[in-house]
């Protein structure tokens, strides 16, 4: 049989082939397995909080369960640079905010990742103001005595955070800097259990993002004394900005928002941009996001090119603050 007939027999055998063989993975409809979402924070805390009311929804219009997964450490940059290196295949997503995605960079000069060189975005998943809070017998009844007590006590005084690079770290590093005041700090893998410490009076104060503190404000199990946005929040009505408590320097919201590693196909962020936006179009879902004080992004700050500005110019708005502050690891 000569070369050209034994080639002919075997392209044909390989033409079956192909048409038997079951249609290229890639072909099957995004998604079609369960979607893993790295929380770099302890479980019950304000990034997983806001991870898990959107990730329920957003599953149902997947039609795949969004799994969370919380590795925790290093201010959220070691569930930030894990995320990095997962496969960017559209199953690997991270709930990271302006810590882990504007404020590390200048924190960690060494860091592994960058924010948008190292990250696809998705999108801003919510708006989570920062409040100055206590435990609830820290002799001071208002952000003036709370000032004086903490200079005049600042040898005694502990400061609860989530790690350097975390919200409530950043944030009370500019809180302390405003005071000219250095605490000893109090690291833990989240705020979540940073407020238990304070919930138990281990810890004295600490920054924190709204949507872990209402519930116990409200039950007065905590203190609080500012938020850091320039009008008050209508789930806290009576807790007076920071301006009008006269800190007006103490100007911070925080985010969180979904990003994807690098490279991961268009059609997977585009569809999981979209299942994004439709939870925070959802009733349920946008009641119990601001029921705890978050702030919802209405559409022009929402998609893939918002979240890239947005941290961008929180890349530009915290550097020069951490520089001032002489702190970095
Ligand atoms: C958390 O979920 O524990 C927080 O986002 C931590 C922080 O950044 O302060």
Redesign the pocket.
């Known amino acids: 049989m000569s070369v050209f007939t034994r080639f002919a027999a075997l392209t044909g055998l390989l033409g079956v082939a192909a048409l038997a063989a079951p249609a290229p993975a890639h072909a099957q409809a995004y998604p079609s397995r369960p979607i893993n979402m790295i ?1 770099p ?2 479980a019950g ?4 909080i806001v991870a898990r009311i959107v990730a329920d929804h957003m599953s149902k219009t997947l039609g795949q369960q969004i799994v969370i997964e919380n590795v925790v450490g290093a ?2 940059t070691t569930g930030a640079t894990r995320a990095m290196r997962a496969p960017a295949d559209g199953y690997n997503i991270i709930m990271g ?1 302006m ?1 882990t995605h504007a404020a590390a960079v200048a924190l960690y000069p060494k860091l592994a990742y960058h924010p948008t060189k190292n990250f696809d975005p998705v999108g801003l998943a919510a708006g989570t103001p920062v409040l100055i809070v206590a435990r609830k017998d820290f002799p001071a009844k208002d952000l003036k005595e709370f000032v004086a007590n903490v200079k005049g006590n600042t040898d005694k005084i502990n400061m609860a ?2 790690g350097v690079g ?4 950043t944030s009370c590093l500019l809180l302390n800097s405003i005071m000219n005041v250095k605490p000893t700090s109090i690291p833990f893998q ?3 259990p ?1 407020l238990n410490a304070l919930l138990g009076g281990q810890v004295d104060y600490m920054c ?2 709204i949507v ?1 503190l209402v519930p116990h404000i409200k039950a007065g199990t905590i203190k609080a004394y500012a938020i850091g946005t320039a009008d008050r929040n209508p789930a806290l009505p009576d807790l007076p900005t920071t301006k009008e408590a006269g800190m007006s320097q103490f100007d911070v919201s ?1 985010w ?1 928002a979904i990003f994807a590693p690098k490279g991961t196909p268009k059609e997977a962020l585009d569809k999981l941009s979209d299942a994004l936006s439709k939870a925070l179009d959802d009733e349920g879902v946008r009641k119990r996001l601001l029921d705890l004080g978050s702030d919802i992004p209405g559409p022009d700050r929402r998609g893939q090119a918002a979240l890239n500005k947005l941290v961008e110019g929180e890349i530009g708005r915290w550097t020069p603050v951490i520089k001032a502050s002489g702190v970095s690891q």
């Open positions: 929380v924070f302890a805390g304000p990034t997983d201010g959220g905010h810590g955070h989530a975390s919200v409530s770290f989240g705020t979540g940073a924190d993002q872990n925080a969180n």
